[in-house]
């Protein structure tokens, strides 16, 4: 049995997400059933982690096994590619690997970055790729706020309801916060996220940069840990997966 990383690099907005799901087309299922036809094998892929609707992956890590040594990788990423491309997925590598590495398990780091575009007109270039937010942002009030979310802290206030972590405690390595012209890019930087952890903190972040709280009220809302008084989380289009670090 040999073992491989691949990474994925996909747009979201016509799946249902990563895990294959009862209804809709997954990126799992859709990278899954090209493998198996090429490699003439039953594939099973295994994701870093899951991606939910809407959200896109930079560099998505996954893993599979197969019974004998691939021979051509090249080959193989252009053939996958060939059948890939057109549903907007592309295969950016496959790594043979030691048979304990686990995309999920191995993973030391996951970087994730959210996208707004902060001026009065929309995009039509990077429709459903970014968040459009009129209102000017407070991006020095945006900084200070996400100073408050680094750290290990309960993060029961941006979990989602139907989250199935076992515990609400995580820890946020690093935010960084930029601006150039009109974007505005968040990265965020974890071992492991809850359920929409990182759609929750940006919702939170924009009505802080909106001015709608300040920074008291922020940490508040923190500190209570009451999904009723959190800001709606950020559209699922403006969230990336970047990398996952081993």
Known sequence: MYRYQILIEYVGTSFVGWQIQKKGNSIQKTVQSALSKLLKQKIILYGSGRTDAGVHALEQSAHFD?????????????????????????IINIKKKKINFHARHSAKERIYIYLIQNRLSPSTVNKDREWHIRKKLDINLIKKGSKKLIGTHDFSTFRASNCG????????????????NNRIKLKFKSKSFLKNQVRSMVGCLKYLGEKKWNLKKFENIIIKKDRKKVAPPAPAYGLYLEKIIY
């Open 66 to 90: 197969v019974k004998n040594k691939i021979q051509n990788i090249d080959k193989i990423i252009k053939s996958l590619n060939f059948f890939l491309n057109n549903k907007m997925i592309s």
């Open 165 to 180: 972590a076992k515990s609400p405690v995580r820890t946020i390595n690093e935010i960084i916060v930029s601006k150039s």
